[in-house]
């Protein structure tokens, strides 16, 4: 199985910060890397595809970067509705797909 | 507008089978692969099984393969699991989700909570 590894597991930053957030998998998966948001009691929701391809209607200080084996999203000046936990997804080779463990973003 | 609705979650206890459903609707569900994704109680996602749209080919994670079983009636436009001998690391929220580009998930459920306790 492919293993993906995603730091920090949380992080606290201000209105307007630039935040990033790095995946890491466990041997090269291309750019066969997606970006899921999820708040609370919620399903989770598809911000990027294909490492940096910003999904229909994702407003665009959302981006991903990367190939191979490490990946990073940035949201360049956070706001308050993107606090939320953020999943890295390889969709490199199945089964299984994996995810990582995630990371909580708080505002200040 | 297009949307997953899931159904049929509920408290089973170890042992017993149970069967969830995914209502489609808004698209052309036959021409979709469909995925479950699980999410334990305060844990991240994992995924569980997939279905090609034609149903002839479907996947499953390990930790279900045997147990779980995913199909589809696209004449219902209705994704299925039949999960049996349910474990209590069963429990969970269990979403469907639609596949896009190279199986990442651009529609998912609700979820529905499967909770297996004796």
């Known amino acids: 199985d492919i293993q993906m590894t995603q730091s920090p597991s949380s992080l606290s930053a201000s209105v307007g910060d630039r935040v990033t957030i790095t995946c890491r998998a466990s041997?090269?998966?291309?750019?066969?890397l997606n970006w899921y948001q999820q708040k609370p009691g919620t399903a989770p929701k598809l911000l990027i595809y294909a490492a940096s391809s910003l999904q229909s209607g994702i407003p665009s200080r959302f981006a991903g970067s990367g190939s191979g084996t490490d990946f990073t999203l940035t949201i360049s000046s956070l706001q308050p509705e993107d606090c939320a936990t953020y999943y890295c997804q390889q969709s490199y080779t199945l089964p299984p797909l994996t995810f990582g463990g995630g990371t909580k973003v708080e505002i200040k | 507008q297009v949307q997953l609705v899931e159904s049929g979650g509920g408290v089973v206890q170890p042992g017993r089978s149970l069967r969830l459903s995914c209502g489609a609707s808004g698209f052309t569900f036959s021409t979709y692969g469909m995925h479950w994704v699980r999410q334990a109680p305060g844990k991240g996602l994992e995924w569980v099984a997939v279905i090609s749209s034609d149903g002839s080919t479907k996947h499953y994670r390990d930790s279900v393969e045997g147990r779980f079983t995913i199909s589809r009636d696209n004449s219902k436009n209705t994704l299925y699991v039949q999960m049996s001998s349910l474990r209590t690391e069963d429990t969970a929220v269990y979403y469907c989700?639609?596949?896009?580009?190279?199986?990442?998930?651009?529609?998912w459920g609700q979820g529905t909570m499967v909770t297996v306790s004796s």
């Open positions: 989700a639609r596949e896009a580009y190279r199986w990442a998930f651009d529609i």
């Open positions: 041997q090269s998966i291309a750019t066969d």
